[in-house]
């Protein structure tokens, strides 16, 4: 079941920059894991912002709620979760 | 290079149902050639809306504007257009 | 797995009142049939607005939509829907 | 008499650790107090968010208010409340 | 129990204007049963808008929406409703 | 000649409690004597938020300016001011 | 006593251009008594738009509102009202 | 003296296709003249959107309604102008 | 050429008092010293708010940036310019 | 291609003057190498606002992310990208 997340991040300028390099990395990582099993299907970058818009594929609304509010960015991040439906126009399989 | 679209229809409800029979058909075989050739790349309905979100891969502004300006329902749609980039923490291949 | 949906209702003041009377008739009875068949979980309506707030319990996002779409009234309304997941405060069962 | 309330909590990133998870048992043992006698009657996560949709059952205005400056984490709280009607449509009993 | 009422008039320019001003009898009519009998507490004009400020005093939720769906006036208003409490610097009796 | 105020108050959290507790000591005995002689006719609590609306009789604009500017939580409120006329339907007298 | 208003005009673009001829006629009319009476102090279009910025000078809201409410094109507009006062750092007189 | 316009297009779909071509016609011919003659320095189209970005070199404010008021697309169009000032940073040619 | 600013200023709380008294004597000096020359010809407190409308005249938009910029609360405030043109109703003298 | 942007900057009071000065020099330094080989096509300062609009022109949506999260000021800017198109009313040449 896929939903499109809007994430904005607003780290404090005052985060001292060796925290915010950790923090950084540490959800770098997160992000990359769950990438690779396959629940985190789409990452973009929004240009000229510290923003994505992303795709998860999960099983419910709980299970998406855990992996979006253990992000190590998550107190920093304004999410925007908007559930999406099969397109009546969607062909079945991409070229 | 990638755009993420958010369309929204208003078909005016004294639209005869003939008429909205028929524009509908175009616009899903309009949208269906570009699925094929690759350009609109991902179509998902926004679950209780008459909207959806789309991904776009194209070679610049104009041909993405060419595209969205020749929708049948174009002068009846709301289109926001935002430009994406590579996140860097995206994992080069999809599992 | 629950959804809060908003739904803002706006027939045209032209809707000749047979008409509006008809489709409000056939709306009740597609709501109701869903109320007993325990997808549509709760229906308020909200004070001075012709307006509701409902919550629904689906399989997923897509049933959710083809739920949503087929309400009779769903050419004239604005719906926003917001998934929800179990609160950690929620005691489990009601008193 | 039933009121929705959306609370979105904004707990600054300088509060210490230490006491943000102080606050947070408080506010957990006063909520989950109200359910038990029947006055927060539901309480769901917004996907994505720390904040929640909550369903109140009270005699009047004013005892919602009380109820809800009393909230431990009030001070970081931005509440809307909504009063909430019975809706025509909805059948007596729940299946 | 009190309420705030923001009430915004929006009559079709299109309306016959013996139907504008029939409605517009009705609709003072209404209030003013509603003013004597002490429910409709308050009633201002907002300076340069077709639109008014209301306070009402009433049982329950349920009251006050019937009381403002049967407004003759409804069908082209835009409705916000804002419930009151009692404010603890307000000092118990008017001069 | 009489106006709606819309007061939010703002207090920042790192405050210390005895100055909030001053302040907001000072804000009610200001309050008070306005309300005493007439000028600060109506006082509500917005359910849910540390806001209030009330309804002002002055002279003129700038008599409603000095007041409100003189307020001690003043720096800390973002007021917004309605200015109201009399409403041709509302009936001489109160009940 | 001062007020700022924005009126911004939409007339329906299937209006009969002899009627909006007309309207905008005695909307001008109707102006210029004011303007000459000194009661409709300053007038600029916003540039770009079929809109101005008005300051009245009055003696109170409901002088204000009557005066507003009479425009000819009042029903095509859409005004917001700011009251002004004096500001303290303003010189006595224009040079 | 430099402006960004911003102008939005919403032709009604009921006007007949004969009667929105010859709109668009004149609002071609227009604007090339301005463009020709030196005052419409810059005319961009929004991907996705009827809408242009545009940048006017005039002499003042009234030059510049009178340009944009005169639009034979004026009556169907939204325009926002922001003034422009020179940027401290702006190199003095172009490359 | 006249434009209509509207200030809006957001001192900080934790601003020290004689600073803000300070910088407050310098913005009154600077402001009256443009009043003296013409250039500021109006300038209007919004009531209720730290805040004004101001009306500017002046010969380019360079000038107006220029004078703004160098406001003493500058860094402080959000300032919206709006551009005026004649209007075609005003009559050519005040009375 | 070309792409407009909108550029908010919001330097927090609290930055010791040195360190402002010091970002907006290389702020400009990075403007201006930009302006020499072409990209920065347009830059113009918002009359009475730190910010500005500009113009740039990249190969694709990766190259204008990599240019702008690169400027010293990023930290500090909210952006806002528009991409452009070519307008079917634009004449070939500049006069």
Same mark, same amino acid.
């Given at each position: 079941?896929? !939903?499109?997340? /809007?994430?904005? &991040? $607003?780290? +404090? %300028? @005052?985060? +001292?920059?060796?925290?915010?390099?950790?923090?950084?990395? #540490?959800?770098?990582?997160? @992000?990359?894991?769950?990438?690779?099993? *396959?629940?985190?299907? =789409?990452?973009?970058? &929004? &240009? *000229? =912002?510290?923003? $994505?818009?992303?795709? !998860?594929?999960?099983?419910? $609304?709980? =299970?998406? /709620?855990?992996?979006? @509010?253990?992000?190590?960015? !998550?107190?920093?991040? $304004?999410?925007?979760?908007? %559930?999406?439906?099969?397109? %009546? @126009?969607?062909?079945? =399989? #991409? %070229?």
């Amino acid at each position: 079941m896929l !939903f499109l997340a /809007h994430m904005v &991040v $607003n780290l +404090p %300028p @005052s985060m +001292p920059e060796a925290e915010a390099t950790a923090i950084r990395a #540490k959800e770098r990582e997160y @992000s990359q894991a769950l990438q690779r099993d *396959g629940r985190w299907v =789409e990452l973009w970058r &929004v &240009v *000229g =912002e510290y923003a $994505n818009y992303s795709v !998860f594929d999960v099983h419910d $609304n709980d =299970e998406l /709620h855990t992996l979006l @509010s253990g992000l190590p960015l !998550f107190p920093y991040m $304004n999410i925007t979760v908007t %559930p999406l439906a099969r397109h %009546p @126009s969607r062909i079945a =399989e #991409k %070229p």
